[in-house]
């Protein structure tokens, strides 16, 4: 091996202290163990759904999907926060209320869905430290 160094990347589930132990063996097949402690404030943001309201799965009704988005160290930027109808971004936009360490939303599709339909949300926002989050969720409208 050479003496550059070598690099690994890995990010965690969640923001807090992780212990590393990193385990190198030279071309002798001599072995080197190093320990490390590490604090980590880079996790993404966290979607929770909080509310499909009773009326979906009615057609007829646009339904109003609710959610929040928070990351409790970083904080979210309200302006990347952004939500998706089966790909498209409707006309009216996200209404988004401050909660602790994030946003509420509200998504108001702009037409009735039609009965019997399969609706993706896809959410997305980024932290205050350019951590980027996305997930979806799908709904299927009843009859
Ligand atoms: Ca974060």
């Given at each position: 091996m050479d003496s550059?160094?070598?690099?690994a990347s890995w990010r965690p589930p969640?923001?807090?202290v992780y212990d590393f132990r990193v385990l190198s063996y030279d071309r002798a097949g001599n072995a080197s163990l190093d320990l490390a402690t590490d604090v980590y404030f880079n996790a993404p943001p966290r979607f929770t759904l909080l509310s499909p309201e009773p009326r979906?799965?009615?057609?007829?009704?646009?339904p109003l999907v609710s959610f929040k988005v928070v990351d409790e160290n970083d904080g979210i930027e309200a302006s990347s926060v952004s939500a998706s109808l089966n790909g498209i971004k409707?006309?009216?936009?996200?209404?988004?209320s401050p909660v602790p360490g994030g946003y509420r939303g509200s998504l108001v599709p702009d037409l009735p869905l039609p009965a019997?339909?399969?609706?993706e949300v896809?959410?997305?926002a980024v932290d205050g430290e350019?951590?980027?989050?996305?997930?979806?969720f799908l709904f299927y409208i009843g009859e």
């Open positions: 550059r160094p070598f690099t969640e923001d807090g979906l799965g009615s057609a007829g009704f646009p409707p006309a009216k936009p996200l209404e988004l019997g339909s399969t609706v896809w959410l997305e350019g951590v980027p989050a996305a997930t979806s």
